[in-house]
């Protein structure tokens, strides 16, 4: 009778091979992934090497500018600068704070820097400080200072000649 009982059996629905070939297949498929994704962390790694050495390539190979191009440059920047200046500003703060006791003899512009030097003559030491302070009032201007101030004697007048200087405000 035993010879029968393997027919009595219920045959498995899977044989074991169709299980085997699938744990191979998955396990392929899981290594086939891993390379996939070590390739293409290696490809971006490659891809921002190569753009850093075109970048450093670029930066080399840039040829200088010619002497001609660097002076129409620097004309065209100064050029700039002078349009840029605010000379109405400059003109309406020197009027409003003008009196009959200060004298101004020279004027300097710093059109870089946005800064004015006056240098002039004040009747006394009082009239230049009440210069001063009119000059601090003005909108254009701040960091009114003087930079200079001497006692001038010229037959009989006596005059205080001063240097200020003075940023212009935008």
């Known amino acids: 009778m035993s010879s029968f009982s393997q027919y009595l059996k219920p045959k498995s629905k899977t044989p074991w091979m169709v299980w085997l070939l699938s744990a191979c297949a ?8 891993n390379e996939t994704l070590r390739l293409i962390q290696e490809e ?9 050495l075109r970048s450093k390539q670029a930066l ?10 660097v002076e ?3 004309k065209w920047s100064t050029l ?10 400059l003109f309406r703060a020197l009027e409003r704070a003008a009196t009959t006791n200060i004298e101004l003899l020279e004027f300097y512009p710093d059109k870089v820097q946005k800064r004015v030097i006056l240098r002039g003559e004040a009747k006394d030491h009082a009239a ?6 009119r000059l601090t009032l003005q909108d254009g201007l701040r960091m009114v200072h ?3 101030m ?21």
């Not at 230049?128 to 302070?133: F, K, N, R, S, V």
């Not at 010229?154 to 005059?159: A, C, K, P």
């Open 26 to 33: 998955f396990a392929a498929l899981l290594l086939a992934f």
């Open 44 to 52: 971006s790694r490659i891809q921002s090497e190569i753009a850093t």
């Open 60 to 69: 080399a190979s840039a040829k200088k500018p010619a002497r001609k191009d």
């Open 72 to 74: 129409e440059q620097k």
């Open 80 to 89: 700039q600068a002078e349009l840029d200046f605010p000379w109405d500003r």
């Open 128 to 133: 230049l400080m009440e210069y001063i302070g």
């Open 146 to 148: 003087v930079t200079r």
């Open 150 to 170: 001497q006692s001038v004697k010229r037959d009989q007048l006596h005059t205080v000649a001063f240097e200020i200087k003075a940023d212009l405000f935008m």
